[in-house]
């Protein structure tokens, strides 16, 4: 039942996957999950090629119970998420989504990411576009790891 709805899912949005976009994802992934993780992210660099300012307001995928648009912040010494309602993405720029900054969190998910697998997911922006992509499972250091630049 569930893959069916899935498919008709994906024929209801035929028509926007054919109207060409202004924004494109690029180095799309989520975060394979360790064994202890309850939860994933989605980074991208989303593009915008047009004209006007473009705000990513919601994400969903069937593989999660709830999706979050998040960012992360300082408080004090300590970094923490939080939820954001929405992302811009200026005209003829970007938003980078990536660990340690914004990122679409993924919660209640069905089962634990792992590398090699897709997941499908699909983006709402507010001039009511929705983009549906597939999004490729890789590894990811912790965010506070990969700020480490350090040469030994
Ligand atoms: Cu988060």
Redesign the pocket.
Known sequence: MKLKALALAGLLLTPFAQAKSDIMAHDLYARAMAPSSV?S?VFTTLMNHGDNERTLISASTPAAGKV?L?D?IKDGDVMK?RQVQSIAIPANGHAVLKPGSL?I?LFDLDKRLAEGEEIEMTLTFANGETQTLQVPVKKVMSGMKKMDHSHH
Request: a negative charge; aromatic letters at 0%.
């Open positions: 939860t992210a979050e998040h992360v998420m990122h969190m």
